[in-house]
């Protein structure tokens, strides 16, 4: 079996990069995690990463006088790192459509609500305002819209009487780490793969 190479981008501590890490541990895993980039200095994960002897790189978007000169930088980067595809775990970035455009198809992210519903940030406060009964987490094709790509996989978890924007994201966080290791594994494997005409 011949392993995908993955990056993985973060802006953060990388709870979910851990998990993909661990993941790819076991040689039947079908992706291997040969670098995580971040674009903040002072990421936690980086720490994790380089702990787990996996390259890291900073590309500091604090550096570059615009998205399109940062995603070029990214590109760039992941192109010198000869990776298969590319999990976005907490990168706090909006990318531009070149970078998106050449990544098509190989770029997964996770995303605290089951999509469509809640696209954006604050799900979990927005879910409980609303009254949902159910919440949860999607990996989905990265697109040039927000949080429109096609769903891999989800998981719901319930919204529980009582519950703070705080409880509900500590719940759907448990169920993220397996949804992604569960995702990343049917893209690699080529068992899920998005349609050019998406």
Not at 46 to 63: C, E, G, N, R
Not at 110 to 134: C, Q, W
Request: with cysteine; net charge neutral; hydrophobic share 45%.
């Amino acid at each position: 079996m011949q392993r995908k190479r993955v990056a993985i981008l973060i802006s953060g501590r990388g709870s979910n990069m851990r998990a993909l890490i661990e993941a790819a541990r076991n040689p039947e895993y079908p992706a291997e995690i040969v670098c995580v980039i971040s674009n903040r200095p002072g990421a936690a994960g980086l720490d994790f990463a380089k702990a787990a002897k996996i390259a890291t790189q900073v590309v500091d978007h604090k550096q570059y006088s615009s998205r399109e000169d940062f995603d070029a930088a990214l590109h760039q980067t992941l192109v010198s790192h000869n990776v298969d595809l590319v999990c976005c775990a907490g990168f706090m970035r909006v990318m531009t459509p070149a970078i998106l455009d050449h990544w098509r198809g190989r770029m997964l992210n996770i995303h605290p609500s089951l999509l469509p519903a809640y696209k954006g940030t604050h799900t979990h406060e927005r879910a409980i305002a609303d009254g949902a009964k159910h919440h949860g987490a999607s990996v989905h094709f990265v697109t040039p819209e927000l949080d429109s790509g096609p769903v891999v996989a989800q998981v719901g978890v319930p919204v529980l009487p009582g519950d703070t924007a705080e409880t509900l994201a500590a719940r759907v966080l448990e169920v993220e780490h397996p949804l992604y290791v569960k995702a990343l594994a049917l893209v690699a494997s080529g068992t899920i793969h998005m349609s050019t005409s998406v």
